[in-house]
């Protein structure tokens, strides 16, 4: 049996920061794995992008990661990436695992009493056919909300490096998430983007009205461990330092708040 500390890594892959969320709930259910946490943050944010340049860029890109970490399973902690990329990657590297992130929709419309449901994402999420076809086969007897928020991944950002966040700007973004008809209430609010459980508290506060935040953490870190074979590795990547997990930011400049930050969650700085 290959002991866990001793195989590949894990690839978390995300825009920005958000990932961590997902990395958070994977060292809870394999606190025996070593993680490798890449953050393109030289093409931050991705909803910013034209589809076919954003899926060219990230195949690319993940051609490189493979080679040098050789990583077990890579898991997508990015709903922008996932819906527009995840099965192009699965065809570039047939034999390589890949974990999506997805709007937790059926779950919300399994879930939600008043039936009234938002989708709180980025533009890119919103208007991604993927995610229309997610809500036309699981949710077809709810209203869904689908809300872009070109702001608050940004606003996440800076809260985890700064500690700070304007709540006015949160309340903003999210106010449209709210809807009332035939004296129901939207009840269920999905987060489908990493970056946004960071904001979790503070949506919370400036909400009009409790509901349930539907964070998918925990779901796709759960999905990563079904996948992992307990198999001896038959080709290592680029060595880990000992003790630590890494972060990568392909802009390869990491301010003090950022280093910190990573510091916070055990990686060190690649």
Known sequence: MT??????????????IGGLTVLREARVLMPDRRFVYVADDAAFPYGAWEEPALRAHVLELFGKLLDR???DISVIACNTASTLVIDALRERFPGHPFVGTVPAIKPAAERTRSGLVSVLATPGTVKRQYTRDLIGKWAQ????????SDNLAGLAEVYMREGFVDEEAVRTEIAPCFVEHDELRTDIVVLACTHYPFLANRMRKTAPW???????????????????????ASHRGEALPDGADLALFTSKRVDFPTRRLMQGFGLAIS
Do not use: M, N, Q, Y
Not at 141 to 148: D, F, N, S
């Open 3 to 16: 002991d866990p500390s001793s195989a590949r890594p894990i690839l978390l892959f995300d825009s920005g």
């Open 141 to 148: 007897k709810c209203h869904v909300r689908l809300v872009g």
């Open 210 to 232: 409790p509901v349930d935040w539907l964070d998918p953490a925990e779901a796709i870190a759960r999905r990563a461990l079904s996948l992992l074979a307990d198999t001896e």
């Open 69 to 71: 970490f050789s990583p």
